[in-house]
């Protein structure tokens, strides 16, 4: 961990923070009612977002603005979410759960540093490292491996323009395939960029230093933007040091009203020391700890990754546009754990999508057409673990992985209002493992799926919806399960399938936004922890059916116009933000585990806000928002519901005040009482004959505080 030496190198640039209001779209766009919520510029709370912010910039051809991306979500027969770069700005947002805690049906809960337990209706559910079961992007072009495992780590939340959540087939856009969905993070450009320069820096808590700047430009027919972010963390536990380099820029050029091409350049070093788990007395009694195991062989993950890419879009009509690029990169994972794990490869992939809008048969239809081809090749080695350092080669191959996947939907509007959704994804995936130290033990598969998707679109008002929709999953396993720890060849294991049904809503009505979904999912051959024997050394293998149920609920309410307007001064607000999660995951009559519920979630989160938005004369005011965290279950650990980690509740306090125009001071404190709870865990079979350290302790009591500049 060398590289915190270079912050000082860090260039400046500019900060883009809000959103404007959201629309649904019937036979033309129709604004939803405002709800003006900050002094003198336009806001709204809009149910895609749950909270209202500045109105952005509109976008460009290749990078849609907040507003067009809103109503493009709005198409959506399903659930999905938004959130502006806005909802965040006051926050040390480090990590996933951060920025996704208002995001009902994300689950996102740190483990240590960035890490985090990220998962979507029960995705990846019993992964215990890394990620699976979601698609990541940024701007549209994915972050995971060919093989679909993904270390979002190498994803800066600050640099973001906005986040768009598609839960579970409601991700078909982007050719998501799994039960998860995906989760695409679009940066800002030289067009969308508040100002052209902006330095944040950061400070606080568990020796915690942050330097974020960005610059964007438009020259013409060209515009850039560019943005970095160093941070440096000394952990909360021991052996949770961290630091990190990440950075991203783009560069456009329109070369007229029908075409525009962007190139993208993300780079990132991150370095982790990993903790480890606990008992559950240890993370109660003294969270501060981290495993003995993990101190002695020094564990950690660090990446170095590189990638470059480009989009083009071009209108062809004024109905149809198509995008299309590519991508490629490098990417290097040095993972001391119970053995050094060097994994290092280059990947590459294309993809394009194609879009028309028009009449059929009299009434308004919506095609979308796409593709995308994935490849990516690992040299993967295991040296004995010397305190972090390699010792003896213990194991030597090569993963090739190829994804193909083809996709359609089109939305069909039988009258004014409501629309029919149909979709079809095909997939094919190739799967290849060469061992290098033992030839024999080389195999190769491959995996392919047509997956179907119906659904319903109903605009009950100008300002509200309905939807329902059913959409089949397929997601072959990853190189994470198929070759798996010390066992260095194919672990036989089919894909994970699902059905998936759900209805919801989601509007406005006067002071009042929503979004609420209930959906249900049936899931066969579910990639999940088992141990079969002691003498299999592997750990993951297929379920038999389960069940994958829940409710994903946010509401906010301006109450401050709801009886409160007579006694705040003018132009002030008060809104009161709240997300609900229930998550019902369970086996359907397991042969060892009958009904039981599955490990690794609380079946209820709740999450409130009550944020207060002082008068803004000239643009400058100040804001205030005590917030909430209520798990009062933790869940159960192991599948056979002999032990759950306990529940807890935690207050916090976030806000920030304009000191001047372009300055911006913000604090955000967390555990305000000291509590000590368990933040997330690792799934075991039995608490009565499994291992119990598997627990991970949430932080104490922490405060951030930072200044932003922009000019």
Do not use: C
Not at 129 to 148: C, F, I, K, S, T
């Amino acid at each position: 961990m060398k590289y915190f030496s270079r912050f000082g190198g860090v260039a400046l640039a500019a900060f883009v923070s809000a959103f404007a209001a959201p629309a649904f779209a019937g036979s033309e766009s129709i604004e939803l009612p405002e709800i003006v919520v900050h002094g003198e510029t336009e806001n709204t709370v809009n149910p895609l977002s749950g909270l209202g912010s500045p109105a952005f910039p509109s976008g460009t051809l290749t990078v849609p603005g907040v507003a067009q991306a809103q109503e493009e979500l709005s198409l959506l027969p399903g659930a999905v979410s938004l959130v502006p770069a806005a909802k965040y700005q006051d926050l040390y947002a480090h990590n996933f759960e951060d920025v996704m805690d208002f995001t009902p049906g994300v689950y996102a809960r740190k483990r240590f540093g960035a890490e985090v337990r990220l998962s979507v209706r029960g995705s990846g559910l019993s992964r215990s490292y890394h990620m699976r079961g979601l698609d990541l992007l940024q701007d549209g072009v994915p972050y995971n491996l060919a093989d679909g495992a993904a270390d979002f780590q190498e994803i800066d939340p600050l640099i973001a323009q906005h986040i768009e959540v598609y839960k579970g087939g409601n991700g078909l856009r982007f050719g998501a395939s799994t039960l998860g969905g995906a989760i695409n993070f679009v940066t800002p450009t030289g067009h969308t960029a508040e100002a052209e320069n902006l330095v944040r820096l950061e400070g606080g808590s568990y020796g915690t230093a942050r330097i974020h700047t960005e610059t964007a430009r438009v020259l013409g027919a060209t515009d850039f933007f560019a943005a970095m972010s160093a941070n440096h963390v000394n952990g909360f536990r021991q052996q949770e040091a961290e630091e990190s380099i990440r950075l991203a820029a783009n560069i456009g050029h329109r070369f007229n009203d029908a075409a525009e091409t962007r190139f993208y350049l993300t780079s990132n070093i991150v370095d982790q020391e990993l903790p480890g788990t606990l008992t559950l007395a240890q993370a109660e009694n003294n969270p501060e700890l981290a495993n003995p195991g993990n101190i002695a062989l020094n564990q950690q993950r660090n990446v170095r990754s590189v990638r470059v890419a480009n989009k083009t879009t071009l209108v062809i009509d004024d109905g149809a546009t198509i995008d299309f690029g590519g991508y490629v990169g490098y990417k290097r994972l040095y993972h001391p754990i119970f053995r050094v794990l060097d994994q290092r490869g280059p990947l590459a992939g294309l993809f394009a999508r194609y879009n028309l809008e028009s009449a059929l048969a009299g009434h308004r239809n919506v095609l979308t057409l796409g593709g995308d081809l994935a490849w990516g090749e690992v040299d993967a080695k295991q040296y004995t673990n010397l305190a972090g350092s390699r010792g003896a080669l213990q194991a030597s191959g090569t993963q090739t992985s190829t994804n193909i996947k083809l996709y359609a939907e089109n939305h069909f509007y039988v009258v004014e209002t409501v629309a029919v959704v149909g979709g079809l994804q095909a997939i094919h995936s190739y799967r290849k493992f060469t061992n290098d130290l033992a030839p024999a033990q080389s195999d190769a598969t491959d995996f392919s799926s047509l997956s179907p998707k119906a659904g319903i679109l109903w605009d009950v008002t100008e300002a509200a919806q309905v939807y329902g929709n059913v959409t089949r999953s397929y997601e072959p396993p990853t190189f994470s399960e198929l070759v798996q720890a010390t066992v260095f060849q194919f672990v036989p294991l089919d894909p994970q399938r699902a059905v998936t049904a759900e209805v919801g809503t989601r509007g406005t009505s006067g002071t009042v936004a929503w979004d609420i979904a209930l959906y249900r999912a049936w899931v066969k051959d579910e990639l999940i922890n088992y141990t079969v024997s002691p003498s299999i050394p592997a750990s993951t293998f297929n379920a038999g059916d389960t069940i994958h149920q829940g409710i994903e609920a946010s509401l906010t309410l301006d109450i401050g116009t709801m009886g409160l307007k007579e006694v705040l001064p003018e132009g002030a607000r008060v809104l009161f933000e709240q997300a609900y999660m229930f998550s019902d995951f369970s086996f359907d009559g397991d042969p060892v585990y009958g009904d039981n519920k599955l490990a690794g979630m609380p079946p209820h989160v709740y999450v409130a806000a009550l944020r207060y938005k002082s008068p803004a004369p000239n643009g400058l005011g100040w804001d205030i928002a005590p917030k909430v965290e209520w798990v009062p279950d933790g869940g159960y650990v192991d599948y056979a519901n002999r032990l759950k980690a306990p529940g807890y509740a935690t207050l916090g306090l976030e806000g920030g005040v304009d000191l001047a125009k372009g300055l911006r001071l913000f604090v955000d404190a967390r555990n305000l009482t000291d509590k000590h709870y368990i933040s997330t865990y690792s799934n075991i079979t039995d608490a009565a004959t499994a291992a119990t350290n598997v627990f991970y302790p949430g932080e104490g009591r922490s405060v951030f505080a930072g200044i932003k500049v922009s000019f």
